[in-house]
Every structure is written in structure tokens, then in C-alpha cells.
């Protein structure tokens, strides 16, 4: 079993639309948990950081951690075509590796 | 400040020869790290460098090696490629205290 699981999509959704990915992960000395973006034949971008449990919003993007149930949620509202990208979540404990998901494809089409 | 950059962007190699990737921290930065991303693996941690010392690794072959000098910048080296080891190989870089990575653009390798 790996350490992190992500569905890998691909998501199809329509312009407007509300998304929701997710990840769940076994080690519960993750504390660290971020989202990433990756657009085709780029490197990863960090969207969201969030420490421990709890909610996080910025702009359209809203970040879930709820350590009990060891699962990690990215919210994006009002989907817009330029959001389609890989979305790969990634954890740590601390100043250790990141420990990233396989990601999840987007694609939102108008 | 600048990004993460690293250089080539692209290289195709044949199996047998080696290789060498380069990676520029953002300014000011100590930590970099070395990622491998393929389709089916997705991301899979190579090696972690801070103040020119690896600080961790990850379960790859003693083929993949890597350094860093004393500007930070760091390269990662890998000898005798393999098919297997096509893929596009991204290094990102930490702040002092900090968790988060700030990748580059990566260097997409084929081999032939």
C-alpha cells in the first residue's frame, strides 16, 4: 500500500463547476500537507499549505485536512478552463522528504 | 527573487552513457531537493542536499548521484541510463525552517 493515495482522474467537469479532490495517506506523523498544480511539460506549482487540521481558503481554492480520518480535500469553485492542470498532493512530518500522491487530472471545459 | 532553474530543459541520451543535470536554488535557499516524475510512478524522491551535504535519499540505485556546492546550486548525475530511467527530473528548493518546495521547470531526459 503506498503512503498516499490519489485518484488519478481523469475529472471532467463544466466551466462553473464545483471540484473536489482528495487524498488519503496512512502515516500519521504527516503534519505538513500542501497542493500542488502541474501544468502539461511544467514543473509543479504550490496552490495551498496548510499545517495540521483544519480549513484554508484562498480565492477560489479552499484546503481540508482532517488528520482523524487521515484524508486531505482541495476544493475549487467556479471552475474555470486555465484550472485544468495535474493536481498532486504532497506531505511531510517536517523537514523531512515530501511524500507526494500520484495526482489527479483536471480538465474543465467551457 | 528568480526561480528555480535548471538546465538543459531537454536531453535525449543513448543507454550506456551518463548524464548530468544542473539545478539553481532560489536565492537564498539551502535545501535542494531532486525529484524523478514518470506516468506510472509519478513523483518519486531521489535525494535531499543542504550546505553541500545529503541529507536524505531515496530508494534509488547507486547510479543516481548527486552534489551540491557551496553556492547551493546542485547537480545530479546518473551513469550507465537505462530506458527506464526516461523521464522528466525536477528539483525543487526549501527556505531555511521552511516545508515547502518551490520546484523548477524540470529537465525532460529520453533514452534511446
Known amino acids: 500500500q503506498k503512503e498516499v493515495e490519489q485518484d488519478p482522474g481523469p475529472l471532467s467537469v463544466p466551466e462553473g463547476a464545483i471540484v473536489s479532490l482528495n487524498c488519503t495517506y496512512s502515516?500519521?506523523?504527516?503534519?505538513?500537507f500542501m497542493w500542488y498544480r502541474q501544468y502539461s511539460r511544467k514543473g509543479p506549482e504550490l496552490l495551498m499549505y496548510?499545517?495540521?487540521?483544519g480549513n484554508k481558503e484562498d480565492g477560489r481554492f479552499t484546503a481540508q485536512v482532517d488528520k482523524s480520518s487521515k484524508y486531505i480535500s482541495l476544493f475549487i469553485r467556479d471552475s474555470q478552463p486555465s484550472d485544468s492542470a495535474t493536481y498532486l498532493c504532497a506531505m511531510t512530518k517536517n523537514t523531512d522528504k515530501l511524500i507526494f500522491g500520484t495526482g489527479t487530472r483536471l480538465q474543465v471545459f467551457p | 527573487k528568480a526561480g528555480v532553474t535548471q538546465t538543459p530543459r531537454y536531453l535525449i541520451k543513448t543507454r550506456g552513457q551518463q548524464v548530468t543535470l544542473s539545478c539553481s536554488p532560489i536565492?537564498?535557499?539551502?535545501?535542494v531537493s531532486w525529484y524523478q516524475q514518470t506516468p506510472g510512478q509519478g513523483l518519486q524522491f531521489l535525494f535531499e542536499y543542504f550546505s553541500e551535504t545529503q541529507r536524505n535519499k531515496g530508494n534509488f540505485p547507486g547510479r543516481f548521484s548527486g552534489r551540491q556546492f557551496s553556492n547551493s546550486r546542485s547537480e545530479m548525475n546518473v551513469s550507465t541510463l537505462e530506458l527506464g530511467d526516461s523521464a522528466l527530473y525536477l528539483c525543487?528548493?526549501?527556505?531555511?525552517?521552511?516545508?515547502?518546495?518551490?520546484f523548477g521547470p524540470g529537465t525532460r531526459l529520453l533514452v534511446l
Open positions: 496548510t499545517y495540521s487540521s
Open positions: 525543487a528548493s526549501t527556505g531555511d525552517g521552511g516545508e515547502t518546495q518551490y
Open positions: 536565492s537564498g535557499h539551502r535545501s
Open positions: 502515516n500519521s506523523a504527516f503534519q505538513y
